[in-house]
């Protein structure tokens, strides 16, 4: 059942996708390719096809009017790139973006978010925690920590692999550890299998992780009816049932924030550090008339307490680096994780 949900939802989200890249196909050969028939274009498909207004605080209409107006036949191509980078901006959002013939227009609060807003520092997390004798197998670099009795697992890209198979070498090589530190702040997202690579190896009691549903009408509130997704079996495999903290931060984008998300529903796991940067939504996007290209998110996931958290997941705690700690070579964040898992497997 869990898996025909998820091979459910995978199918519809790829009908999607797949219609999204044939738009180009579709659309006539004469298509009037002009500054303000291109900006038109744009702005009409986020308006019926755009799935997050309803977080994003946006009047929609209100920029095109306030817009539009800047927009002329005459104008060029960096002029016009530069307007719909404002459009597109006023989304606050990392899954929206321009690809113009020379330039790329991202979210620029996101970027900030990322950079301004970290609550991570490299250079104390490898040289304290991970140090010079650290293990990396695949996508994961580890070492234990608090005199060996924590295990600490920094997993930095959810583009690099993370089989479970992977993950299973790396805990099988600490068996004494009282539990994980798993760090995946600045983790701006990746490949989705590798969530659930992770959480197979994680107490999986078949419950419910989110609800997603799929835009399917021009109105802003059409939407599918929501599609359930579970926690993935074990498969056979004997799950960590020890202390799991996980640490966040609002450098978590995309698949790091769902993973964040999904794990808040497992028993043995607790979410510490700071709120995610979001971006829950599957984009998807097509060709501009003029031959640029865009994408938005075309989905939105719900909460199990019935809240979207497309903007930033929460902690289960809030701890933020204190940088009189890092004066000092520590990360407080990851100190009192360890320190958690501690007295919990004490307990």
């Not at 738009?23 to 498909?45: I, N, R």
């Not at 530069?82 to 989304?91: C, D, G």
């Not at 991970?130 to 600490?152: C, K, P």
């Amino acid at each position: 059942m869990v898996k025909n949900n998820r091979n459910r939802l995978i199918c519809s989200v790829f009908s999607v996708l797949l219609f999204a890249g044939c738009e180009k196909a579709f659309m006539p050969g004469d298509a009037d390719a002009s500054p303000v028939a291109t900006f038109d274009y744009l702005w009409t498909q986020v308006d019926e096809r755009y799935s997050l207004f309803d977080v994003k605080d946006v009047d929609w209409a209100d920029l095109y009017d306030s817009l539009r107006p800047q927009v002329y036949d005459a104008m060029s191509d960096d002029s016009l790139f530069a307007v719909l980078r404002k459009l597109l901006s006023s989304l606050d959002d990392g899954h929206v973006n321009l690809w113009g013939n020379s330039d790329v227009a991202s979210s620029e609060a996101i970027f900030l978010q990322r950079y301004a807003g970290g609550n991570f520092d490299l250079n104390t997390v490898a040289l304290t925690y991970l140090r010079a004798d650290h293990h990396t197998t695949g996508g994961f670099a580890y070492n234990t920590i608090a005199d060996g009795q924590v295990l600490y697992i920094r997993y930095s890209s959810f583009s690099n692999s993370a089989s479970t198979h992977q993950l299973q070498t790396v805990i099988d090589r600490f068996p004494d550890a009282k539990g994980i530190v798993f760090d995946i702040r600045q983790n701006g997202g990746g490949v989705i299998q590798n969530e659930w690579n992770i959480m197979k190896l994680l107490p999986s009691r078949g419950q419910m992780l989110y609800s997603t549903q799929i835009k399917n009408g021009p109105g802003h509130s059409d939407f599918s009816q929501p599609t359930a997704v579970f926690a993935p079996d074990n498969d056979g495999v004997e799950p960590y049932t020890k202390p799991f903290v996980l640490l966040t931060d609002r450098g978590c984008y995309s698949a790091a924030s769902s993973f964040a998300l999904s794990l808040k529903t497992y028993d043995n796991v607790v979410v510490m550090g700071d709120t995610t940067a979001g971006g829950l939504a599957v984009p998807a996007g097509g060709a501009l008339p003029n031959g640029w290209h865009y994408r938005f998110g075309v989905t939105r996931t719900i909460a199990t307490d019935g809240v979207n958290y497309e903007n930033g997941v929460p902690p289960d705690h809030l701890v933020l680096l204190d940088p009189t700690a890092v004066a000092l070579h520590r990360d407080n964040i990851i100190d009192s994780a360890a320190s958690l898992i501690i007295v919990t497997s004490d307990q």
